[in-house]
């Protein structure tokens, strides 16, 4: 009775989980609206150089994976698979524009058309993973939806601007990056969404919610 009146109560605090999700957004938006910008010939040739590359390897690439390994942290699957992927996306596309990684340069020997399959190809791929990641939104917000479904057309245009043979500057291409800006453009929506909180701050953005099979959050609510 004694050793039960002198036990203390002892009070386990759990760490709160911050939500990585704006950050994978922004990483995804920032890099895309660079991108992109150089695919519409935005103040640079079409292809804009090199600069892009550091961006897609650093905030598109590593940061967006290592977003995507918090967002499994938090038990967000869906948002853990799609960041993750897309960061290894950004990263692989930013290996084949690195001075000295050889990629590209390998297909020197070889018509120009092969390169331009090769990438048509690696391109094609990820607009069908996006496809799969689109359905996956179907059930969380419009803006969310939305976003993807650019994506989607982003990554199309894009594949079939290399399996048409097209130079840098042509108009699958050109067509692609508008679509590319515009899913930018709802990533930095989406992700200032769910960075403005009522605790930190007086401006909330609406995101348009629609029936959702659960209530796991899918990229902002």
């Known amino acids: 009775m004694a050793d039960n009146m002198n036990m203390h109560a002892v009070r386990i605090i759990q760490p709160a ?3 990585p999700g704006p950050l994978g957004l922004f990483a995804y938006a920032v890099t895309t609206t660079i991108v992109c910008l150089y695919g519409v ?6 292809g804009g150089g090199s600069l892009h590359v550091g961006f897609a390897l650093w905030y598109g690439g590593i940061v967006q994976i290592l977003a995507g390994m918090w967002s499994m942290k938090v038990g967000n699957t869906f948002e853990a698979t799609a960041f993750s992927s897309f960061g290894a996306y950004w990263a692989a596309y930013g290996c084949m524009f690195f001075p000295n990684m050889g990629i590209k ?3 020197d020997t070889m018509p ?11 391109i094609l791929v990820w607009a069908l993973l996006a496809v799969i990641f689109t359905i996956g939104t179907t059930k969380s917000t419009v803006t969310t939806i939305t976003m993807f479904v650019f994506l989607d057309l982003h990554l199309l245009f894009f594949a079939g601007n290399e399996f048409g043979h097209y130079s840098e500057g042509g108009y699958p291409k050109r067509i692609g990056a508008v679509f590319g800006i515009l899913s930018a453009i709802l990533a930095f929506y989406n992700g200032a969404a ?9 401006i909330l953005l609406p995101v348009g919610p629609v029936l959702r099979r659960d209530k796991q959050e899918v990229f902002a609510v």
Do not use: D, K
Not at 41 to 46: D, H, I, L, Y
Not at 112 to 122: D, L
Not at 194 to 201: E, F, G, M, Q, V
């Open 105 to 107: 340069e390998s297909y």
């Open 41 to 46: 010939g935005a103040g640079v040739p079409p």
């Open 194 to 202: 769910a960075l403005w909180l009522p605790s930190n701050s007086h």
């Open 17 to 19: 989980n911050g939500n």
């Open 112 to 122: 120009p058309e092969v390169y331009q399959n090769a990438t048509g190809i690696f």
